[in-house]
């Protein structure tokens, strides 16, 4: 009675699993119809996404939909998954950004990279009024528990200076000597 029982249970289960497995595919077809038809082409690249390793990834629901929200019209979006929190990476407009969020689609910081075009007007006549002689170099835009900030790297011949902006008020936060006297 026992080997009966065995073979109709396996039985059973390879009868269901290319059932299971036709089950999961047309979902997953189902899901990229509603995703084509509803948002576009670009969500289908982002939803189902490969990590570093290349290994399958997939993004929650409240989280892409955060991020469609919020970044209209991104492609190539490479995105890793780490204790529970998704951290999205891509080009926008020429600037790389970083996105995290967390698993409730609540976004935790953005960060921006950018070039000295892409400082608003104000801030960057602040700098330049009171880095007179330096070159802006780097520009990070980074938005971060509902407060903006831009840090920004500045250079002239013999110093590199790190500096944030955050409601109008310029701060230094780094200087360095780039080039040092031998002794003699």
Same mark, same amino acid.
């Given at each position: 009675m026992k080997k009966k029982?065995?073979?109709?249970?396996?039985?059973?289960?390879?009868?269901?699993?290319?059932f299971t497995m036709i089950v999961a595919q047309s979902q997953s077809l189902i899901a990229?119809?509603?995703?084509?038809?509803?948002?576009g082409?670009?969500?289908?690249?982002?939803?189902?996404?490969?990590?570093?390793?290349?290994? /399958?990834? %997939?993004?929650?629901?409240?989280?892409?939909?955060?991020?469609?929200?919020?970044?209209?019209?991104? #492609?190539?979006v490479n995105w890793c998954i780490q204790n529970n929190?998704?951290?999205a990476t891509f080009l926008k407009e020429e600037k790389l950004y970083r996105v995290l969020f967390e698993s409730s689609g609540q976004m935790i910081y953005c960060i921006k990279w950018g070039t000295e075009a892409t400082l608003p007007d104000s801030i960057r006549r602040m700098i330049k009024a009171?880095? /007179?002689? %330096?070159?802006?170099?780097?520009v990070t835009d980074v938005y971060e528990n509902g407060k903006k900030f831009w #840090?920004?790297?500045?250079?002239?011949?013999k110093n590199l200076v790190v500096v944030r902006v955050t409601d109008g008020t310029l701060e230094e936060l780094h200087h360095y000597k780039t080039?040092?006297?031998?002794?003699?």
């Open positions: 029982f065995k073979i109709r249970l396996l039985a059973s289960v390879l009868a269901v699993a290319p990229a119809h509603w995703l084509n038809s509803s948002i082409n670009t969500a289908l690249a982002t939803k189902i996404s490969h990590d570093a390793k290349g290994k /399958l990834i %997939y993004i929650k629901a409240k989280v892409m939909r955060s991020f469609l929200m919020m970044f209209e019209g991104v #492609t190539d929190e998704y951290l009171t880095y /007179l002689n %330096y070159t802006i170099g780097t #840090t920004v790297n500045l250079e002239d011949s080039h040092f006297q031998a002794s003699k």
